[in-house]
């Protein structure tokens, strides 16, 4: 099969490799869409640590089964799926109570780290546990269902919010998970959805996508417009999709007394907290990480129209065009949001 394959940081390259070979309680799928996550361009370069070359990556992906494994029971060939990005125990304390994501055993497709090595969906087929996957809904298209992942991710960071409905919100940062938190807090309920960028086309893209109200800026300037919007008193919620100190500062500063900020965002290890102004105003820190079995919501909301990803795909292309796509995502284009590779269409004659 063609693989795109990490062979050394920075270095991608189709590669001819052996197809996997389904085990007892596998799927062996066909690849038909998978997207470039954020976290595979950040580990292309070696920053994150998370794929340790040689690596194919890729974990936000459908297609169709090719052949099951003799222990799996309701997938055949032929079906449409999609898979969790995670692949948890099923055994473990914290998957008996359904939070998947804090799996103690818990590894990632497409991801080699120090303790595991999973190889994943940059490739014409790979392998994954049955209990991962799920059927694919007629309406849903294999590149919307490579945004699976990404809406999953908003959703979770909702449901941890707690949200109730009527919730006054603010989302800071509008890039492809701000923009999906945006549509996940409607759908939840809120009364209003305020969206916050330093980049005006990403704010373009928030108010397609149902912001009530935009505001071009960050730190103190998001914070004075973000009072004055509210008259002094703040939002109900703020769902943080950057992930930096000037960024979550500001979140604190914009929430009201006793609101939640849930934290998505997270690009700097550590930042400083405003720990006077967090205990004396009651605000809760809500950490949110990956999705706890938010995947059939999350193909019910898309399939529904009810959470619209199609604006959010700059680019389908075929398995050929990826290293260029990295490349082009790696150096900070302006404008690029979800690169989905088809390796159906490996771009190679004959
Ligand atoms: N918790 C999780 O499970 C999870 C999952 C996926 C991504 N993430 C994290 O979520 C964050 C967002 O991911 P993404 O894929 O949407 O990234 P992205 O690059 O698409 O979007 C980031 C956005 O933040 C904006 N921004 C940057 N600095 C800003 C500032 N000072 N003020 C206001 N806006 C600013 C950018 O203009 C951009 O629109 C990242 O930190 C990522 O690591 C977390
Ligand atoms: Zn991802
Ligand atoms: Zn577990």
Not at 237 to 253: F, K, M, N, P
Not at 259 to 280: D, R, Y
Not at 304 to 330: C, E, M, Q, Y
Request: net charge negative.
């Amino acid at each position: 099969m063609k693989a795109l394959l990490l062979s050394s940081y920075n270095d991608l390259q189709v590669e001819e490799m052996q197809a996997p070979i389904p085990g007892g309680d596998e799927l062996l799928i066909r690849v038909a869409a998978c997207g470039i996550c954020g976290s595979d361009v950040h580990g292309y370069d070696g920053s994150s640590g998370r794929r340790i070359p040689p690596i194919v990556m890729g974990h936000e992906a459908a297609g169709t089964v090719e052949a099951v494994g003799p222990d799996v029971h309701g997938f055949a060939p032929g079906d449409r799926v999609t898979f969790d990005s995670t692949v948890y125990c099923g055994t473990c304390d914290f998957c008996g109570k359904g939070m998947i994501n804090l799996c103690n055993d818990r590894q990632v497709i497409g991801v080699s780290c120090g303790e595991y090595r999973r190889a994943g969906a940059f490739a014409e087929f790979l392998t994954v546990p049955a209990r991962i996957a799920y059927h694919l809904p007629d309406d849903l298209s294999f590149e919307e269902a490579a945004m699976l992942e990404a809406v999953s991710v908003a959703l979770h960071g909702v449901a941890v919010s707690e949200m109730t409905g009527g919730e006054t919100v603010l989302v800071i940062g509008a890039g492809m998970i701000g923009l999906l938190l945006l549509q996940a807090a409607r759908v939840a309920g809120s009364s209003r959805v305020y969206v916050a960028d330093v980049d005006e086309t990403r704010l373009k893209l928030a108010r397609e996508l149902g912001a009530d109200q935009v505001i071009h800026g960050s730190g103190a300037a998001l914070v004075e417009e973000m009072l004055r919007l509210t008259e002094g008193r703040g939002v109900d919620l703020v769902l943080e999709a950057v992930g930096r100190e000037e960024t979550i500062s500001a979140g604190i500063d914009c929430v009201r007394k006793g609101g939640t900020v849930t934290l998505v965002g997270n690009i700097s290890p550590q930042i400083a907290l405003p720990l006077q102004k967090v205990v004396s105003r009651q605000i809760r820190l809500q950490g949110s990480c990956a999705s706890a079995g938010e995947y059939p919501q999350a193909m019910d909301l898309i399939a529904k129209r009810k959470i619209k990803v199609a604006p959010l795909i700059t680019a389908v292309a075929p398995l050929s065009d990826g290293p260029a796509w990295f490349n082009r995502l790696h150096s900070r284009e302006p404008n690029l949001m979800k690169v989905v590779l088809d390796p159906r269409n490996s771009g190679f004659q004959g």
